[in-house]
Structure formats: C-alpha cells, structure tokens
C-alpha cells in the first residue's frame, strides 16, 4: 500500500494504472476505521483491480459547535488497517489541499430534494459539504466506482442524485450496514459513548426492527407506528429527532400500497447522535 497526501501524487499513480487499462474502486472516509469500513473496502476490491480509499476529515460537513475539532484522528491505526486489507493507495490530503482558498469560500454543490429533511433539519448545510468534498475527491481519484455504506442512507441518496444530475461516469455502490453482535450499527460515533449508553444504544435498531416487524404484518397506520418507534426510544434514555417511514428510492413520505419502504431514526444519547435504518420490502 503506498500512501499519498497530494493530489499530484495521486493522478500520477491512477493514471499509471489506467495506462494499464486497470479499473478503480474508490473508499471515501472519514478515517477512525471499523469493521463497517473494512467491509466497504472487501466490497472494492470485487468491483476493480485497485482500490483506493481516502481519509479525510471534511471541515465543509461540520456544523458549528459540531464535533470538527473532537472527531477523532487515527491515521496510523487506520493505515496499519488498510495494510492488513491491502488496498492500494491510501490519499490522505490535509485540509489546503482539498481547500487552497478555505473551505468557507469554495464552490458548494448542492443536491436538492434528497438533501432537505431528516438529518439536514437538525445539520444544515450538512450534505452541501459531503456533496461537495465526495465530488472533488471524485474528481481527483476519477474511480469507475465508489463505496458507500447504507447505514448513512440519506447520504447515499444525495451521493446517487449528484453523480446522476452531474453525469459523473461512476457506479455507486452501496453496502449493507455492518453491526456489533447485539445489532448496534457500526459508527465511528460509537466510541464517544459511555459504558452506560453503549448498553442502551442497541435499542436504536430494536426500536426499528419493531416497526419494519409492525409492517410486514400488515400495518399501514405508519403515523402511530412512527409515534411507537420514538416511544420506545424515549423510555430507553434517547432523545429522538426523528423516526420516520419513508419510501426507500426517493425518502418521500410512505403511501399505503407502497412495496419498498425504509424506518429511518436519528436520536441523541446523551452527547452522541446515533443514526441508523432498516429497509422493510413488502413484497412477498
Ligand atoms: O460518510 C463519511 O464518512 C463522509 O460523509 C464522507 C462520505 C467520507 C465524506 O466526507
């Protein structure tokens, strides 16, 4: 694995194996890596002959009083990671290089419709940032086809939108959410919970597994069975800011008769923002 912090040095290796006529399986992430990263990494290397992943901590996605400065950095953890995987390239730029002119001051993209609602009204501006980071680092790895994981499914929705408005020739594929034993969705979140809320936080995916069960016997009252999900939240010690049904291709409001359906939840445990979602498909 060779690893690289600038973007010369980046388009120098891609084009070298594309000279090859080599394809390229592209991993953005945050770093902090899990085992949710490792299977995004697995998922690559089934889809090219390279894989490269990024680790970049995106100032633009970071709200004020947002956990910017705190999330945590573990660059040579992640790296020993990557090794053991043996992806190809790991691009691991500073903020300058992504930013020259400042991250307040560059082009934004914006995704409409997929980016309004759910997490975007308690993070504004939010997806603008991740539109807008995903779009540059594809612009300087140019992969075939790149990795996302579902567990961020509004994420994944506003990523399919702009590479489909803005006819990037790349395939988005995304992964089935990893999870601990005891069904917690893995996050690099989770390591800022105490061994208290740890204990609790299973309770997120319990309280969607009750509603996706609620649906697929039949109920269609999704009003009350949102109202029972955020319920059972409250009684666990989480203060929700959403549970909610949606239709799973455009995350718009859930019609009886609709086969595909998503339970989406984003709840606060003390400090920590947990999200997490269940797909529910009504076809028998
Ligand atoms: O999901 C993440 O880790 C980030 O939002 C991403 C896609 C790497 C963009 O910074």
């Known amino acids: 694995m060779q690893t690289v912090n600038s973007i010369v040095e980046l388009r120098r290796?891609?084009?070298?194996?594309?000279?090859?006529?080599?394809?390229?399986?592209?991993?953005?992430?945050?770093?902090?890596?899990?085992?949710?990263?490792?299977?995004?990494?697995?998922?690559?290397?089934?889809?090219?002959?390279?894989?490269?992943?990024?680790?970049?901590?995106n100032p633009m996605q970071f709200g004020p009083g947002e956990d910017f400065d705190s999330y945590p950095r573990t660059l040579a953890a992640d790296s020993v990671k990557l090794e053991q995987v043996a992806i190809d390239l790991l691009f691991a730029p500073s903020v300058e290089e992504v930013y020259p002119h400042g991250h307040g001051v560059a082009s934004q993209i914006e995704v409409p419709e997929a980016s309004e609602g759910l997490?975007?009204?308690?993070?504004?501006?939010?997806?603008?940032?991740?539109?807008?980071?995903?779009?540059?680092?594809?612009?300087?790895?140019?992969?075939?086809?790149?990795?996302?994981?579902e567990k961020d499914y509004q994420q994944l929705?506003?990523?399919?939108?702009?590479?489909?408005?803005?006819?990037?020739?790349?395939?988005?594929?995304?992964v089935p959410t990893k999870r601990e034993a005891d069904g917690l969705a893995m996050s690099s979140r989770n390591g800022y919970l105490s061994v208290v809320e740890r204990e609790i936080a299973p309770r997120l995916h319990q309280a969607l597994?009750?509603?996706?069960?609620?649906?697929?016997?039949?109920?269609?009252?999704?009003?009350?069975?949102?109202?029972?999900?955020?319920?059972?939240?409250?009684?666990?010690?989480?203060?929700?800011?959403?549970?909610?049904?949606r239709q799973a291709d455009t995350l718009q409001a859930?019609?009886?008769?609709?086969?595909?359906?998503?339970?989406?939840?984003?709840?606060?445990?003390?400090?920590t923002r947990l999200i997490d979602n269940l797909d529910c498909s009504l076809v028998e």
């Open 119 to 149: 997490c975007a009204e308690s993070r504004p501006g939010h997806f603008s940032g991740v539109a807008t980071v995903v779009a540059k680092l594809f612009n300087m790895v140019q992969p075939d086809c790149a990795l996302f994981g």
């Open 157 to 174: 929705q506003v990523i399919r939108r702009m590479v489909a408005d803005l006819c990037f020739p790349i395939e988005i594929v995304a």
């Open 13 to 57: 290796q891609i084009k070298a194996w594309r000279q090859h006529g080599q394809r390229i399986a592209f991993v953005p992430t945050m770093g902090n890596l899990h085992a949710g990263h490792l299977a995004l990494v697995e998922q690559a290397k089934q889809h090219a002959d390279r894989v490269v992943v990024s680790i970049f901590v």
């Open 209 to 245: 597994q009750q509603v996706t069960q609620g649906l697929k016997q039949g109920r269609r009252d999704y009003v009350a069975l949102e109202q029972e999900g955020a319920e059972f939240l409250v009684a666990a010690g989480f203060v929700p800011e959403y549970f909610t049904i």
């Open 254 to 271: 859930a019609e009886p008769g609709m086969p595909e359906l998503i339970v989406l939840a984003a709840a606060k445990l003390g400090k």
